[in-house]
């Protein structure tokens, strides 16, 4: 299930950005957080890069592997499989 699928609308008088954002990762899936893991990656790259003093080149080719390493997870090892229709 999408984690799209579940979450409430910005102008429900209930809402708040904080049980929205934990609703979302109960309903995350393993797609889901891949999806978001791989720009996170080159985000703290450039900013650790920066900190640090490390080549910006460096610093994203790091997170390119990262990145590669998630991609091979996500489609070789762990593919999506269909529901079973039990």
Do not use: C, K
Not at 20 to 36: G, N, P
Not at 42 to 52: K, R
């Amino acid at each position: 299930m999408s984690m799209t699928g579940q979450a409430r609308h910005r102008y429900d008088p209930e809402w708040s950005s904080a049980e929205t954002l934990a609703e979302a990762l109960t309903f995350a899936t393993r797609y889901d957080l891949a999806l978001w893991a791989i720009p996170t990656a080159f985000l703290l790259a450039l900013m650790v890069g920066s900190v640090l003093g490390i080549s910006t080149h460096a610093a994203l080719v790091g997170a390119a592997l990262l990145g590669l390493l998630v991609l091979v997870d996500v489609i070789a090892l762990n593919p999506p499989v269909e529901p079973s229709a039990e």
